[in-house]
């Protein structure tokens, strides 16, 4: 019923900047979070950062200061800016959305595919 998918990933050198877009489609009557997760291997998956429909964010320790996430809620998609890339960042990232399917339901979380970002020292 919705779909999450991720683009924009990829290799960059450390100190690089990548941006992140996930765009969601389906039967969605709106859409009141969404966020970033990411996943390195052998660790667990961890929160990046999370927006609500009104533009509150807020971020892991980690990445504050370098990454920036921001939605078009025109479009059901949000974005995550990442600048001055650590080799510690490289994960699979995830998008989700809390998503409600009609006027009177509840809401659902939905998560994309994932994608891989790399950075290289």
């Known amino acids: 019923q919705v779909q999450l998918v991720e683009s924009g990933g990829g290799l960059v050198q450390a100190g690089g900047s990548l941006r992140l877009s996930c765009v969601a489609s389906?039967?969605?009557?709106?859409?009141?979070?969404m966020g970033w997760y990411r996943q390195a291997p052998g660790k667990q998956r961890e929160l990046v950062a999370h927006?609500?429909?009104?533009?509150?964010?807020n971020y892991a320790d980690s990445v504050k200061g370098r990454f920036t996430i921001s939605r078009d809620n025109a479009k059901n998609t949000v974005y995550l800016h990442m600048s001055s890339l650590e080799p510690e960042d490289t994960a699979v990232y995830y998008c989700?959305?809390?998503?409600?399917?009609?006027?009177?339901?509840?809401?659902?979380?939905?998560w994309g595919q994932g994608i891989q970002v790399t950075v290289s020292s």
């Open positions: 989700n959305a809390n998503v409600r399917l009609g006027p009177s339901g509840y809401y659902t979380l939905y």
């Open positions: 389906g039967s969605i009557f709106s859409i009141n979070a």
């Open positions: 927006i609500i429909s009104g533009g509150s964010a």
